[in-house]
C-alpha cells in the first residue's frame, strides 16, 4: 500500500529541517582573526615603506595592528577577510574617521601592513613592514 501523500510530504519536510538544522550552526559561526592570534608576542617595530620613518609598539594580541592611525580609539570592526595568512579588517571610530587595514603574515615574526582611511578628517594611506624585536618593555 502507498504511503499517503500528507505524510510522504511530512517526511520530506522532516528532512529537510535536519539539513538546515546542520547548515545553520557552519555559517553562523564568527571571524576569529586567528592569525593575529598566531603572532609571535613583544616588542615590534613598524617601518613605514614610504618615509621610512618606525615606530615600536607592544603586541600582546595582534590586534593592536588593525587600526595603527586610530589607536586607543574604540571604533567597530568589519571583518572582511579571515584567512590563515592575511586579515583584512574595516573600521568606523566615532567622530574620529575611519580606516581599512589588510595585513598579511609572512611568518609568525613579520608582517606586512596596508592601511587606509581619515583621521581628524584628514585621509592617510600607508604601506609598512612590522616585525618582531624582542620583549615588551614596562
Not at 13 to 41: E, H, R, Y
Not at 51 to 61: A, D, L, N, P, Q
Not at 71 to 100: H, L, M, W
Not at 108 to 118: D, F, K, N
Request: with cysteine; net charge positive; hydrophobic share 35%.
Amino acid at each position: 500500500m502507498a504511503t499517503p501523500p500528507i505524510r510522504g510530504l511530512a517526511a520530506v519536510f522532516a528532512a529537510l529541517s535536519a539539513c538546515v538544522c546542520v547548515a545553520i550552526p557552519a555559517t553562523a559561526q564568527a571571524p576569529t582573526l586567528a592569525m593575529l592570534d598566531g603572532l609571535q608576542k613583544g616588542q615590534w617595530e613598524i617601518r613605514n615603506r614610504a618615509k621610512g620613518e618606525s615606530r615600536k609598539i607592544c603586541v600582546r594580541t595582534g590586534r593592536e595592528l588593525l587600526q595603527l592611525r586610530h589607536a586607543g580609539s574604540s571604533c567597530k570592526r568589519f571583518i572582511v577577510e579571515d584567512s590563515p595568512d592575511e586579515v583584512t579588517v574595516q573600521y568606523t571610530c566615532s567622530g574620529n574617521g575611519y580606516g581599512r587595514t589588510s595585513i598579511r603574515r609572512e611568518t609568525s615574526s613579520l608582517v606586512q601592513i596596508e592601511g587606509q582611511g581619515t583621521t581628524n578628517e584628514s585621509p592617510f594611506q600607508f604601506t609598512a613592514e612590522a616585525r618582531r624585536i624582542g620583549s615588551c618593555t614596562g
